[in-house]
């Protein structure tokens, strides 16, 4: 499946949940499938989605949210790979990180990345992380209903087509622009639905 395909399920199934979309191809085309409040676009910060999400995930531990979503690409996370062992060190259990793996680096004319060697999702299952995989829309769906619903640290490894989508504009708002609307709308998302 291409990657636009991807996340037109994606944010079809996370209209209620946090996601953090990491830089360039990935994010312009999420945003143009649908550019929503609860995007937060990683411009320029590439391998930061794992991080970012670390960290939510863990300031979200007492709240209702199931989980809270990373959208990262296996070039990006070959970037930090250190984000792995991380959360399962510091036991991140509210991170869903979706690796869109195309196994090269799609923004930069196509050059390949270590993924057509290296096992990230087997990266993951040794540092503590549940993963599931898919390669179609239906496991797509199903392992991310599988993976919302499991406890702890989870993985999905998502096998996509190289190539980006044709004519899709450039993301150009400012970064503080969009960092102020995603933390609105999660301050409000959770004031709004407070742990029980
Ligand atoms: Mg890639």
Redesign the pocket.
Known sequence: MKRIEALQVLNELTAELPVVVTCAATSRELASVENRDNHFYVLDSMGLVGSITTGLALAAKDSDLPKVIGLE????LLMNPNVLPTGGFLGADKLLLVL???????STAGLP?Y?SHIDLGAMAEATGWTVGRAEDEVHLRTEFDRLLATTGLTLLHLSIE?GNAADVPKLLVDPVVLAHRFQSWLTARIADNPAS
């Open positions: 690409g296996d070039g990006s869109l793996d195309n196994q090269v680096y799609g990345t993924s190289a």
